[in-house]
């Protein structure tokens, strides 16, 4: 891809495992890239590795904020051709050990900051020629019920809802809205789980492949789903799961 025809991409939750590797990817492709995150050091080390043409360290639960970014790139970069939001938390506990407080923060992690970035690029690219993509990461427990999963189980679905209602209220502008729907991921964020040898164990065991994800298998399938020769695929979950969400090995 050349400078000429570089595309425009912003991705909310960049310094994580995921984010990181899906910045990188598309920096590598040429594209210009907005990246935040809440590590002001974090965001500042990864802008300068990919060159992204904006950055900004803030607290993405702040929908005011979320919104201001969006608007601040689609101004100097004079149009957006994909978002993603690659921002996320793990909570593993069953709902009567699950407080108030941890459901809500939950939900305002995963959920809310989804909601933001849909209304902040959906008033941007319906304007736009060819519209753009919208990528929301979802996960595997969304499909099934999976033991202490409440809480990120009704936050994970509610992605997949938010994402299937505006693919039917912005198709015809031709902004598209999908969803990657993650198994375990090696990642920063999961390192709890899979650095632990019991449920590390238990939780491959799940995987019919027998295996966890990498963060660049989740980001290749994010990336295509960005390009715009994908311009016919909407309203779509893609699963990179290791087969958790569908199959049943044992």
């Known amino acids: 891809m050349s400078a000429h025809n570089a595309r425009n991409y912003l991705i909310l939750g960049a310094t994580g495992g995921i984010g990181s590797s899906l910045a990188k990817r598309l920096a590598d492709a040429g594209a210009a890239l907005a990246i935040a995150g809440r590590d002001e050091s974090k965001v500042g080390q990864l802008a300068s590795e990919v060159g992204a043409a904006h950055h900004e360290a803030f607290d993405a639960t702040d929908h005011d904020g979320v919104v201001a ?52 690029s959906a008033k941007h690219m319906m304007k736009q020629d060819e519209g753009g993509s919208v990528v929301l990461l979802s996960s595997a427990v969304y499909r099934h019920g999976y033991a202490a999963h409440e809480a990120i189980a009704a936050s994970k679905a509610g992605i997949v809802g938010l994402s299937l209602s505006a693919a039917a209220s912005y198709a015809s502008r031709g902004v598209r809205f999908n969803c990657v729907a993650p198994g375990l991921t090696e990642t920063p964020l999961t390192q709890r789980v899979t650095s632990n040898d019991a449920t590390r164990k238990a939780s491959l065991d799940m995987h019919a492949d027998g295996s ?30 290791g087969g958790l969400g569908s199959v049943r090995s044992k």
């Open 69 to 120: 970014f969006v608007d601040a790139f689609a101004k100097s970069a004079g149009r957006i051709d994909g978002v993603v939001n690659c921002i996320g938390s793990l909570l593993l506990k069953p709902a009567h050990a699950t407080s108030s407080d941890e459901f809500r923060q939950t939900v305002t992690t995963n959920l809310f900051t989804a909601f933001s970035l849909v209304h902040g």
């Open 212 to 241: 966890f994800g990498t963060p660049a298998q989740v980001a290749s399938a994010i990336a295509w789903l960005l390009e715009p020769e994908q311009s016919h695929v909407t309203g779509q979950v893609i699963a990179v799961d």
